[in-house]
């Protein structure tokens, strides 16, 4: 296929995102299985168009004057992808499989400033987040929103039980990855332009002897600042498919004992395979039965609690998800986390670390929460998030990441990574 016959067929995808409400993973799969003949960089480019129009939805629409699929598919090509109207009218005119002619409103709409538009949409998040937002970020909205509408880098975490990141990028050198800039045990590839492919790195041999996760570096950096030492009792109390238990793991050396542990049995089915995979042997599967943690209760060296959210730090990866992102779902969101907080503090035992964390970007989720927490547990304080940094990273915190009640918040601007939040609680 050419660009033409791609644009089009992205705009039909999104067409029916938009009309039977589904995700776009499902109907770039069903789009894929009903045109056979399209190969799969032709699969991967019209997926590029499909997720960055919905990445800068709101800008491309004020843009082009409209959020019809067609406006914000051309809008990405004519903004972001390197061509003009001029170019695209000459490749219309010769190819049988093009959208219709650009009209005059849509080829203005490739130089169209943006400036004039509210900073909520230059930023390209949702209008109903703006005041939650702007307390998040300020004067730095628009940046961190420009950065959350780029496309995310695929990351990597070397499994220390087994490999080294030298041993890593020789394994995985055709696609030439580099050290991350925080994570230790890091290795990142930067995403392409235009119709590049993210390279598929579970078919290597090291991934399929478990030298390395898919992992991006802010969940790594989240997962580091944990604490964790060999020879802890750590209970990871929402461990879903074992992302972190596996970094844990190999913090640990494989000594001490993790209690891996999720309410969802279907999101902790994964984790069987991964942790063999992987080589660990000091994590316990515990499946969500009644009582299933009770003989932990007062026990616990750390309590991690990846506490499930909006997401709104995986918008890079999930753009979709951000423009159906509700108030009652916010609400649903907030009062799950309490629960599940409050449930932590019952394995602390005097000493013992909480650490929280969300993939949100969203103060109600993050601060909020905490100081909620401390106010009803005054036996918790607050870690001194600078002094955990310095003591993880080596290096001292960068100015900005620290949040106003003493956690960290990772961003797409700040850090290069996904939005990540973490608060360390001890318990006296």
Known sequence: MR????????????????ARKRPVSEALKAWGLNNRFAGAGDRAAIGNLVYDALRRRA??????????????VLAAVLRHWGETPDTLAAMFADDSHAPAALTPLEQAGAHAEVEAAPDIVQADFPEWLASSLKRAFGTDLAAEGQAMAGRPSLDLRVNALKATPEKVAKSLARFSPQQTQYALLGLTMPAGPGDARTPNVTTDEGYQKGWFEVQDQGSQMVSALAGAQPGDQVLDLCAGAGG????LASAMGNKGQ???????????????????RNGVRNAQVRA?????????AGKMDRVVVDAPCTGTGTWRRRPDTKWKLTPALLAQRQADQAAILEEATRYLKPGGTLVYITCSILPEEN?????????????????????????????????????????????PHRTGTDGFYCHLLRKA
């Open 3 to 18: 660009l033409p016959g791609r644009i089009a067929a992205a705009i039909d995808v999104l067409s029916d995102v938009e």
């Open 367 to 411: 601060d909020d929460q905490v100081a909620a927490l401390l106010s009803a547990h005054p036996e918790l304080k607050s870690v001194d998030i600078a002094a955990a940094w310095r003591s993880v990273f080596i290096t001292d915190i960068p100015s900005g990441l620290a949040t106003p009640a003493g956690g960290v918040l990772l961003t």
């Open 288 to 296: 969500p039965e009644q009582g299933a943690l009770d003989d932990l």
């Open 59 to 72: 800008s491309y629409a004020f843009a082009m004057g409209s959020h019809e699929p067609r406006a914000l």
């Open 258 to 276: 993790i209690f891996a542990y999720d309410s969802d049995r279907n999101r902790l089915a994964p984790i069987y395979d991964r942790l063999k």
């Open 244 to 247: 972190k238990t596996l970094g």
